[in-house]
């Protein structure tokens, strides 16, 4: 199987490197940063994984899909901010079999890859992995946690199957889902949680439950979202998704959320596919939500300082 990794960040080295242990498949990590990719051509990905230093060779890199050409898979892990961009300029990978798969966060992927690539080749899920990019061709391996995928219309198809398997035989933890777009939503409560305020305070993701005054605004912006959610219909895998925020912010009590690491590396965040996609929503439903608006207006003030 060949697989193409679109957007070669922490998460996309990550299971790149990966996906590469497993007999039979062909990786190739695509990404405009050329000084990242010329690192993994001569040195391949260098992994740190609780405390030990793992390269892992069997990868290739390139800014140019051609360089791949038609792929069996696309991994799409690009910052939801890039999505339609990177999907129309890795075009080259695309043949009418080929299944984009996205595990990005935010609100909006799939609708942005759909209509570059047609519906019936879309699938999508969740990744509780945590990965942080060290240098070219560097990452640390900061968490491992589930992969779940599915099809758009719910269905066990073998196609979620087989890739299923590959993870797995990757060393992946990974489930199928009838329900993806409850998945991306109980994915998104989360970063509504935990993204915008790290970025605003600098915490990691466990500190946010020490100071009562933050954690009042995580359950409201994660409570805001979860009426955004109920009203549109969407089966929320979690019933408490307040709960399973603050879960995962002990899960990931030592991370740098990746808003964090963007406001830190003075990038663009995901804002406008998290707390904003939650404001955008709202407004469909007629649901207020002030904490989110507030939230996405301090992190878009952040931004331009
Ligand atoms: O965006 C992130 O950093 C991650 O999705 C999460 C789960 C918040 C952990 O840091």
Redesign the pocket.
């Known amino acids: 199987m060949k697989i193409a990794i679109i957007g070669a960040g922490a998460m996309g080295c990550l299971y790149g490197a990966k996906l590469s242990t497993v007999p039979g498949i062909e990786i190739y990590l695509l990404d405009v940063w050329k000084e990242h990719v010329d690192a993994i051509n001569a040195n391949g990905i260098l992994m740190e994984e609780q405390g030990d230093f793992i390269t892992y060779r069997n990868v290739k890199a390139s800014t140019v899909a051609e360089d791949a050409g038609t792929c069996d898979l696309a991994v799409i892990f690009v910052k939801s901010t890039l999505t339609s961009s990177a999907v129309q300029s890795n075009k080259a990978v695309f043949g009418p079999e080929t299944i984009a798969l996205t595990l990005q966060?935010g609100l909006g992927n799939i609708e942005l890859i759909k209509e570059v690539v047609g519906e019936s080749n879309v699938i999508a899920g969740t990744t509780?992995h945590?990965a942080t990019m060290l240098g070219p061709g560097r990452i640390r391996h900061a968490g491992s946690g589930k992969t779940i995928i599915g099809e758009l219309n719910g269905a066990m198809t073998q196609r979620i199957q087989q890739i299923a398997q590959t993870f797995r035989e990757a060393g992946m933890e990974t489930e199928l889902s009838d329900n993806v777009y409850g998945l991306v939503w109980d994915?998104l409560l989360?970063?509504v949680g935990?993204?915008a305020l790290t970025g605003i305070t600098k915490l990691l993701?466990g500190e946010l439950l020490e100071h009562p005054e933050i954690v009042e605004l995580l359950e409201d912006a994660v409570s805001e979202g979860k009426e955004v959610a109920l009203a549109q219909g969407i089966k929320l895998g979690f019933p408490d998704p307040v709960a399973h925020t603050k879960d995962?912010c002990k899960a990931?009590a030592t991370?740098?959320?990746?808003?964090l690491?963007d406001v830190l590396n003075h990038k663009k965040t995901e804002i406008d596919m998290i707390n904003g996609a939650v404001v955008r929503e709202g407004k469909k439903v007629n649901i207020a939500t002030p904490v989110n608006k507030t939230l996405t207006n301090l992190i878009k003030f952040i931004e331009k300082q």
């Open positions: 966060n509780a945590g994915k989360v970063n935990i993204n993701n995962v990931t991370n740098k959320s990746s808003m690491q």
